[in-house]
């Protein structure tokens, strides 16, 4: 979760983007987080119920495709 | 981490907008939230490069704040009560972004399968697209949605980007510095409600509209101390909007797409210019479609504007904007006169 943090933050502060079509980044960036089981990847819903459950708070991070 | 539901969000496609109310200018944004929609806090950068973003955020803050959620979650519901000015006005124009009219081109979900990057309505766009609307409609834009959000440097106060909410700097004679707010000082309330993030603050600034006593409960040296600041009726006047990506609109409606940076002390020697008389350099003139109304009217970068829809006093481009859209419709003509190679020019520009 850290890791994912840190790229996330460093993608908002602007690091240097690799030379491919967003369209792509966008698909690649979808399933990077697919395979991390920390994060819910843009399904608010299922993030709320999973926090109802596990009666944790819900970390919600609005950052743009790339 | 793990004590949390992390989701990321990407897009502001079929965000519910009467729940997620934030500075939709910032570049990195995060809600913390209880499953039943209740705030706990709002955290997040207005920068969009490294250098400039170091300066509002950075790991470790986030992690202060965080620590400050669950604090505040381990007490919930009991604390509620302390938690409902942080919460989102139900009452909003659109329910999601997609709704608003200039923007039902788009799809509440992303289209993966084709063009997936053109179908994603950005945050900034929120905010955009309503101000489009409003002057469209051939009305003034009220004063929130100029200056939305303002910093809490609008006040003289710096936040420390390595800690959840404690005060790096005081503006000498600042409206802090005045009240008595010190360096060091950990801001735990504004206005009763619990301050976990620069965004928190600004969240109360936001919904700040008049001057008089401002609150701010702190800890000093141990112990917590009420510090009551005194706003102006307009003290969020100077709040700097240079910095959002959606000025650029507003400098299409009200500048005709010029970019103007007001004249440094040196510049005013040099040219002449009186203290107190308005001195707006174009850095920058549009020069395609609505943003080349500027250059259309003969302006070109260099000019230096010295009045402008009747505004000949100092002031830096933002509130020169906010003067002039706060008073003039779209179609209005506005006169300008500035000065190139020394001679002095006329100008007549119609606003969007």
Known sequence: MKRFLILAMAGSLGAAEPKKTRDEM??????ALAENDAWVYNDLARAVAEAEKAKKPLMVIHRCIP | MRQFVGVRVIQANAMDLTLFQFDYDMSFAVHFLNADRTVYARYGSRRGNEEEANDEMSLEGLAE????VLALHEAYPKNKTTLYGKQPNPDVPYPVPEKQPLLNNYKSKLDYDGKVAGSCIHCHQIRDTYRQEIR???????HKLLTPYPLPSVLG???????????KEVGPNSVAAKAGLA????VCQMRGQPILSLADMQWVLHSTAKGGP??????????EKDIILTLADDWDHTSDIDWRVSTWDLRRMGFGGMRLVEFSAKERQEQGVAEGALALRAKNVGKYGNHAVAKKAGMKIGDVVTSYAGFEEAMPEGVLLRKVLGKYKRGDKVSLTYVRDGRQKKAEIRLQ
């Open chain 2, 183 to 186: 360096v060091g000082d950990v």
């Open chain 2, 65 to 68: 704040t965080m620590t400050g």
């Open chain 1, 26 to 31: 966008v698909h690649e960036d979808r399933a």
């Open chain 2, 214 to 223: 401002l609150t701010l409960r702190v800890e000093r040296h141990g112990e």
């Open chain 2, 136 to 142: 469209e409609s051939g009305k003034v834009l009220p």
């Open chain 2, 157 to 167: 106060i710096e936040m420390d980007p390595k800690r959840a909410a404690v005060v």
